[in-house]
């Protein structure tokens, strides 16, 4: 495939786990300079070293709470200003608990809400308004099969989610007439540190998410993100949904192990 990426410049948030550091990894892989945020600085500068060494590109790390508008404020446009970001992976985000709306936890939903929705949108302010003086840009957000069908317990994971959907609508209302594209990855199940972060660390729980088939993983959402990011320019993947084989929808997944 021809490689139309290569030193290109990509920010992307939550890159010290899962899906965000999978891409990370096949960026850097195809010559792309890298921005890497999270919240884990030693799994980042890791990784950082790792890439440099390896794939010959130049990252820059920055340790970012997506939530934390004053730092994104801060610290994300000197870094922007140096180094102007192509692509922006709106990767950070997690899904806290399973409880009934009713039994839920307001603290945990702020936490959902204010990463998954507000972090993101802190984040893309700043990224689009250059991109759009640069008249272009790519913006790849990971949303989730939990933002199209809500399951029992989802309830707040699953509005952000779908939240995530609408937003990359409306921003591609926004950039009518420029060549920024902008797009959702919608995946299913995927082995990372998600249902770890869902779970509160109940090795249990988490491995019974994961039971009786093969999960995505990582690398197949980085795959898929590859294959957008690197789609000619007048292509715009605008949504993407992917699942493991077993699963054709959040309800209906064949637990069986035959697949
Ligand atoms: P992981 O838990 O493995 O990774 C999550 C990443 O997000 C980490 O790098 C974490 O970094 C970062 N992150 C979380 N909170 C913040 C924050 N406040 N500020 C900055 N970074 C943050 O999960 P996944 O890789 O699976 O999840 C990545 C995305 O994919 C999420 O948006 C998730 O909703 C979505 N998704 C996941 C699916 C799955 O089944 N795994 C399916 C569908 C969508 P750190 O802790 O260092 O800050
Ligand atoms: C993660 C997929 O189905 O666990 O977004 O919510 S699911």
């Known amino acids: 495939m021809t490689n139309r990426i290569g030193g290109k410049t990509a920010l992307v948030t939550g890159a010290t786990a899962g899906i965000g550091e999978a891409i990370a990894r096949r960026l850097a892989?195809?010559?792309?300079?890298?921005?890497?945020?999270?919240?884990?600085?030693?799994r980042l500068d890791a990784l950082a070293r790792e890439l440099e060494d390896r794939e010959a590109v130049a990252v820059t790390t920055l340790r970012l709470d997506v939530r934390d508008r004053e730092a994104v404020e801060r610290e994300l446009p000197p870094i922007l200003e140096k180094s102007p970001v192509d692509i922006l992976v709106n990767n950070a985000g997690l899904a806290l608990g399973l409880e009934?709306?009713?039994?839920?936890?307001?603290?945990?939903?702020?936490?959902?809400?204010?990463?998954?929705?507000?972090g993101l949108l802190y984040?893309?302010?700043?990224?689009?308004?250059?991109?759009?003086?640069?008249?272009?840009?790519?913006?790849?957000?990971?949303?989730?099969?939990?933002?199209?069908?809500?399951y029992p317990g989802g309830n707040v994971y699953c509005a952000t989610?779908?939240?995530?959907?609408?937003?990359?609508?409306?921003?591609?209302?926004?950039?009518?007439?420029?060549?920024?594209?902008?797009?959702?990855?919608?995946?299913?199940?995927?082995?990372?540190?998600?249902?770890?972060?869902?779970?509160?660390?109940?090795k249990t729980k988490r491995d019974a998410?994961?039971?009786?088939?093969?999960?995505?993983?990582?690398?197949?959402?980085?795959?898929?993100?590859?294959?957008?990011?690197?789609?000619?320019?007048?292509?715009?993947?605008?949504?993407?949904?992917?699942?493991?084989?077993?699963?054709?929808?959040?309800?209906l997944l064949d637990r069986d192990g035959t697949i």
């Open 161 to 202: 989610k779908a939240a995530v959907h609408m937003l990359t609508e409306a921003m591609n209302a926004d950039v009518l007439g420029t060549r920024i594209r902008i797009g959702t990855i919608a995946p299913g199940a995927v082995d990372t540190e998600f249902s770890d972060v869902r779970f509160g660390g109940d």
């Open 100 to 118: 009934p709306l009713d039994k839920g936890s307001v603290e945990e939903w702020e936490r959902m809400i204010d990463t998954n929705i507000k």
């Open 29 to 42: 892989a195809a010559g792309v300079h890298l921005i890497l945020t999270g919240r884990r600085t030693q």
């Open 209 to 251: 998410v994961y039971e009786g088939y093969t999960p995505l993983s990582a690398e197949d959402i980085a795959d898929l993100a590859l294959y957008i990011l690197n789609a000619p320019e007048h292509v715009n993947i605008q949504h993407a949904r992917i699942m493991p084989t077993a699963q054709r929808n959040p309800y």
């Open 123 to 150: 984040v893309t302010r700043l990224v689009m308004g250059r991109m759009r003086e640069r008249n272009r840009g790519h913006i790849l957000n990971l949303g989730s099969i939990a933002g199209e069908v809500a």
